[in-house]
Structures are given as structure tokens and as C-alpha cells.
């Protein structure tokens, strides 16, 4: 426990490195809307004349602004989306990596997931919403948000507002502060499942300190982070909000709810990981089956499930964008259980439930940066062929990478994401039936089908795809290599061989 507590502050002492302040508060995805207006004052005047001052000062001053009212039925969206993507992390994912694991190591499956989902809401509110969603640089925020301060404004006597993607439509800042909490979460709960059943509770925990910090903190700042509608208020002023955005926005890269920074991102790290930690005992002689295919198809379809909230949430409103990405994970998802289900039969003869749970997640995953950016027979292409790429991931692509990715997180996570992210830039064409939209000065405009290139898209896709994999793949390998010299990557043989269960938290998931 000491050396745990002592690994758990070395990960947050590094994030000390990072730490700029900076004058100007800002809101989650845009600035914190302005409450009020400056007050009139007036000349000192003789005692006798003080009423007709203040006559005359009532008359020249204008009223000040009233504060910004939230949308209650955004509001309200936001908060069942924040639910549903709890849902999906815990029980969801734990259930489905869970079950597909040995019985020996069904807890601490459990455990890995649920501890860090928990760690990385904590710290999310301690520092990483700050650096991920208020202005720094292209690279990182700032500490404005440090311990969540100033989402009360005292003046108002009201809660900071957060823009959406709407002139002039707000949600309370701590409602997207806790949605987003939730992406960064799951997030690093899914790099869990590439180094399943061999590696140390406490090196998951500062592993995933370290790269919460370094990785996933500022990926999602150039992704996501922008000025918001209403900071453009005029032409003239464009190319300086422009500035401020994330390097990857700035690009114009797309990335509706998380294809790179969540799943490329994660999967990266999961794949060094598996290098890092290496291969199972008996990985290659032995069989690894799951234990409990049935809890992996409960925990899918939790998933699915939570995933509305995680795609259709990420509209930031109850519109028809919302509504378009609801959809599209509906169909994406059922599409890519039927294409992961056809190669099967092909290549097997014969499809399998694994199959089809694990083309539900292929599905969710690559429809994920498209979600709110492609038509529906996009979406539907997208889940077919999104079923037989990431079969290949888990099958051909993994021998030829020769990881012990033990959950195939790399396969379906990041050969998903990376397919997902590449095509947005295709079927969001007003040609081929996706929305094109982009954000401009005025709120988000629409692009002539004759204007939009296909190819200038897919290649910045490919730019934020390829910017992604290299930053996540250089903090994770510094970050295992931290870890592995304080306090080691793996558990010894032995306790390998007994289960992680029992060896490393006293326990075991069944009894005889």
C-alpha cells in the first residue's frame, strides 16, 4: 500500500510540469458566457443634488445584461448522456472485458476498470478538465479551472455557463464538465484490456496517472477545444479565435465524440503495453478462452446501450444533430454485427456470439468520430465494412504485430477508430449524403456539395490520426518505463499462474 500511495504522488507531482496560469477564465468547449455588463458611473455630486445625478445617470447608463439562462431540456440531455456513458464503463465495458477473461482473473478485470474510472473522474476535476478545455496554447489549457474554480460566479450568483455549438444556447459548465469526465474515464479503462490477466493493480493505477496527464489531456484539447459561436462574433475577428483552438481543430479535422481521442488514443497505449508488460505465460501453447461468454454479451450490449449517450451526447443539445448521431450508432452498430458475423461464416464456416458482441464494438467504435457527421447510408456502410476490418484486426493484423493484446483492444479499438476517422472525411460529402458541416463565424454552416473535397478531408483526417498514434505512443512508452522502474509492470510467476484474483486482492469471483 506504501509503495501504491508513493507511485500515486509521483504521477501527480509530474503533472506539475505542466502548470501555466492564465488570467482569462474560459468555459468547457467554448468561453464561460458573460453574466453582466459594466456598471455606469456617475460624477460626484453636492448632497442636494444627488437625486436629479442619479436621474440623470439612470437615463445615460443602459441595464445591465441579464446572465445567460441554460437550456433546460439540453440540460436535461446532457445529464441522462453523462448517465448512459457511466453505463456503459461501469458495468458495461467491465462486464465485457470481465467475461473474456479467465475465471481466475475475473476481478481483477473488474477492479482495473472500476479503480481507474474512479481515479480519472477524481483527477478530472482536480486539474485535467482545466488543461483539457480552457485556453493555453494549441497543445494544452491552462489552470483556470484548477480544483474546478470559478464554475460558481459570485457576482451572478448563479453557475458558469458552457457554450454548445449554438449561438446564444448554453448548458450549465459543470454538467459538461461531468459528461466529459466520463470520456476521459472510459477512456483509459479501455487500455486495460491489452494487458489483461498479468500485469500489477498499482502499475495500472500509476500508469494511468502518467498518461491521463501527458496523453489523453492534451489530445482532447486539440480535438475539442474552441472559442465556441459566440467568441465569433464578427468576420473580423476569426482568425484570431481560430488561434486559440486546439492545434487539431484548427486543422479542421472532425471528430464528432472521441474516434481519436478516445479510441486510436487509447488503443495505442494499449498496444505499447503489451509490448511492455509482454506476453501471457503459455501465450500461443495454451488456450485462452473466456470464462463467461454470456457476460461478455451482456456487457456489449450495455455498451450499445451507453453509447447513444456517448455519440448523441456529444451534440451538446436535444437537436436534430443529437437525433443524426442517435440514429447512426443504431444502424452503424447493427450493420457491423451483421458484416463481423459474414466474415465469420466465411472464414470459419460457422459466425459465433464473441463475433457478434465484438462487431458491436467495431460498430460503436468506428461510427464514433462520424456519428453527427455522415448520413445515414454512411452510417450503414460504415458498420458493415467496420465489422470485417476489425475481424481482420484480431485475426491477420495481430499476428503480424505479435503483441499479446489480450482483449484485442488494438484490433478493435484502434484499427476501428483509425477506419472510422479516415472515412468521416468521405461520407460527410453533401455528395454521398453526409450533413458537411463545419464551424464558421456565424454558428455551424453548411458546405455546397461543389465546394466540399473528399480528399482534402481524408487527408487532414489522416494528419489528426497520425498526430494521435505517435503522441500516445511516445508518453505510453515513457510512461510504462516510469512505472516499470518504481514499482514493476508484472506480478510473478506464481502469482500469474494462481490468478490475479486471489494473489493480488484476496478474493475470487466464484466458489465451488
Not at 456503459?88 to 475475473?106: D, E, H, I, Q, W
Not at 502499475?203 to 494511468?208: I, S
Amino acid at each position: 500500500m506504501r509503495k501504491l500511495i508513493a507511485s500515486l504522488a509521483l504521477g501527480l507531482a509530474a503533472f506539475g510540469l505542466l502548470g501555466v496560469s492564465h488570467a482569462q477564465d474560459t468555459a468547457a468547449s467554448a468561453p464561460v458566457a458573460a453574466s453582466a455588463a459594466a456598471e455606469a458611473t456617475a460624477p460626484a455630486s453636492a448632497p442636494d443634488a444627488a437625486p436629479a445625478a442619479e436621474a440623470a445617470a439612470s437615463e445615460a447608463a443602459p441595464a445591465a445584461a441579464p446572465a445567460p439562462v441554460p437550456n433546460k431540456g439540453d440540460t436535461t440531455w446532457m445529464m441522462v448522456s453523462t448517465l448512459l456513458v457511466i453505463l456503459m464503463t461501469v458495468p458495461g465495458l467491465a462486464l465485457f472485458y470481465g467475461g473474456l477473461v479467465r475465471s481466475k482473473n475475473m476481478l481483477s478485470v473488474l477492479m482495473q476498470v472500476m479503480v481507474t474510472f474512479s481515479l480519472i473522474v477524481v483527477l478530472w476535476f482536480v486539474y485535467g478538465y482545466s488543461l483539457a478545455f480552457t485556453e493555453g496554447n494549441a497543445f494544452i489549457g491552462g489552470l483556470d479551472r484548477l480544483f474546478m474554480k470559478g464554475v460558481w460566479d459570485n457576482a451572478a450568483g448563479t453557475f458558469a455557463n458552457a457554450a454548445t455549438f449554438s449561438k446564444g444556447v448554453y448548458i450549465p459548465e459543470i454538467v459538461f464538465a461531468a459528461f466529459q469526465a466520463t470520456f476521459a474515464g472510459i477512456t483509459c479503462c479501455l487500455i486495460v484490456g491489452a494487458f489483461a490477466e498479468r500485469i500489477k493493480f498499482s502499475a495500472v493505477l500509476l500508469f494511468m496517472v502518467l498518461w491521463f496527464t501527458f496523453s489523453y489531456a492534451p489530445i482532447a484539447h486539440m480535438v475539442w477545444f474552441w472559442m465556441g459561436p459566440d467568441a465569433y462574433a464578427s468576420k473580423d475577428v476569426v482568425d484570431a479565435m481560430n488561434g486559440k483552438a486546439g492545434l487539431i481543430w484548427q486543422w479542421g479535422a472532425l471528430d464528432f465524440a472521441g474516434g481519436t481521442v478516445v479510441h486510436i488514443n487509447a488503443a495505442v497505449a494499449g498496444l505499447v503495453g503489451s509490448y511492455m508488460v509482454g506476453k501471457r505465460i503459455g501465450y500461443g501453447k495454451e488456450a485462452f478462452t473466456p470464462h463467461s461468454l454470456t457476460l461478455t454479451m451482456v456487457g456489449a450490449s450495455l455498451l450499445w446501450v451507453g453509447w447513444f449517450g456517448f455519440n448523441a451526447g456529444s451534440a451538446l443539445e436535444a437537436n436534430g444533430f443529437a437525433a443524426l448521431a442517435f440514429i447512426n450508432t443504431f444502424v452503424a452498430t447493427a450493420a457491423a454485427v451483421l458484416g463481423w458475423c459474414l466474415g465469420e461464416g466465411l472464414l470459419k464456416g460457422k459466425a459465433s456470439m464473441l463475433g457478434a458482441a465484438s462487431g458491436a464494438v467495431a460498430g460503436l467504435v468506428a461510427i464514433t468520430p462520424a456519428a453527427g457527421n455522415v448520413g445515414i447510408g454512411g452510417a450503414v456502410i460504415i458498420g458493415l465494412l467496420a465489422g470485417l476490418i476489425c475481424l481482420w484486426g484480431v485475426t491477420g493484423l495481430k499476428k503480424l504485430l505479435g503483441a499479446d493484446d489480450s482483449l484485442d483492444v488494438f484490433g478493435v479499438h484502434g484499427v476501428g477508430g483509425i477506419f472510422g476517422a479516415l472515412v468521416t472525411g468521405v461520407f460527410n460529402s453533401p455528395n454521398l449524403g453526409g450533413p458537411s458541416a463545419v464551424a464558421d463565424w456565424t454558428t455551424v454552416a453548411m458546405i455546397a456539395p461543389g465546394d466540399y473535397s473528399i480528399g482534402a478531408q481524408v487527408l487532414t483526417q489522416a494528419k489528426a490520426v497520425g498526430l494521435t498514434i505517435v503522441w500516445s505512443a511516445v508518453v505510453s512508452l515513457i510512461a510504462y518505463k516510469i512505472v516499470d522502474l518504481v514499482i514493476g509492470l508484472r506480478v510473478p510467476e506464481e502469482e500469474e499462474r494462481e490468478g490475479l484474483d486471489i494473489t493480488s486482492h484476496g478474493e475470487t469471483a466464484y466458489h465451488k
